[in-house]
């Protein structure tokens, strides 16, 4: 006997949403809360702190930040885009814009192996300053967010669209759920650039 | 938002305004450092565009403008926590704050 989840496509007559909208949304403040704790972390630190540095002083390279930032942009509208291809019901579209977005991800994960190859490379680590331990801390979890949308996103590329011949309006949600998740991560990183790069 | 009540061409057209006024907002993010403004005055306008763009994101590629009630409270819910958070450290922090340089 199967027994099947209640309200993955059709919504609840008490929040009129289906459960699949309602938990990716807790989850989302969920992370409001994470990276609220690190910015207050960040703001107690650097009015706190007697010996306060900018990023330009441990050579952050605003070129590259500002690259991984249209980076990051681009691939939250090939994101939606992929959303958009479905309600079309165009599926080659839709494997067209969510490979983008993975491919998206995946080069802003490079930019940022090289930011951080380069700072290993003239003795910056996280214990070095407290800046440092800042933005190693803030731009890893947002690096380990990455990763896990881009891991998400390339199985609903991939082997998890197999769910569009069986289930179409179910897997439209997922992709749906994940692109907020995707949107959240760029989100983060629109506050996050500035922040560490340019103030 | 309701798969089945989208306007999917006005909403694919509004995804291109809203991606040109991203890139927009970066670069007036990049340039407004160039210009060597005090402290303060560097903070509250980088924080304000990034809000402007964050605030873009949200409501139309995350679709917070057309939700459910239910969503709204749920984050308002969130930034009120989110403002708790960054308030109370800066309420300690009070007397160490100098923006003025």
Redesign the interface.
């Known amino acids: 006997m199967s027994m099947a989840i209640p309200y993955t496509v059709e919504p609840r007559p008490d929040t009129g949403l289906n459960n699949v909208k309602i938990g990716i949304w807790l989850f989302l403040a969920s992370e409001v809360m994470l990276f609220g704790g690190l910015f207050a972390g960040y703001i107690i630190l650097r009015v706190g702190s007697t010996d306060w540095q900018p990023g330009s002083a441990f050579g952050l390279s605003v070129p590259l930040a500002f690259t991984n930032t249209l980076v990051l942009i681009t691939s939250s509208v090939t994101m939606v885009m992929a959303w958009a291809s479905l309600i079309r019901k165009d599926f080659s579209k839709y494997r067209l814009y969510m490979g983008i977005t993975v491919l998206c991800g995946l080069g802003f994960m490079v930019i940022k192996y090289i930011e951080y190859t380069s700072k290993f490379s003239h003795g910056y680590y996280p214990s070095t300053h407290i800046f440092l331990a800042l933005y190693f801390t803030l731009t890893g979890l947002h690096g380990i967010h990455v990763i896990a949308g881009m891991g998400y996103n390339a199985y609903l590329w991939g082997p998890g669209a197999k769910m569009w011949e069986t289930a179409p309006e179910q897997f439209t949600n997922r992709v749906e759920a994940s692109g907020l998740f995707w949107h959240f991560v760029d989100l983060v990183w629109i506050f996050l650039f500035p922040v560490l790069y340019l103030l | 938002m309701?798969?089945h009540d989208?306007d999917?061409d006005k909403?694919?057209r509004t995804?291109?305004m809203?991606?040109a006024a991203?890139?927009v907002g970066?670069i007036l993010?990049?340039g407004?450092?160039y210009i060597h403004l005090p402290?303060g005055p560097?903070?509250a306008l980088?924080?304000l565009?990034?809000s402007a763009?964050?605030s873009l994101?949200?409501l139309f590629?995350?679709h917070l403008i057309d939700e459910?009630?239910?969503?709204y409270w749920?984050?308002g819910?969130?930034?009120v926590?989110?403002i708790f958070?960054?308030t109370?450290?800066?309420i300690?922090?009070m007397n160490?704050?100098d923006l003025g340089s």
Do not use: D, R
């Open positions: 309701s798969h989208i999917i909403t694919v995804y291109m809203v991606f991203l890139i970066t993010t990049v407004a450092s402290t560097a903070i980088a924080l565009i990034a763009k964050g994101v949200v590629f995350m459910k009630k239910f969503i749920l984050m819910l969130a930034v926590f989110f958070e960054l109370v450290p800066l300690t922090e160490n704050i």
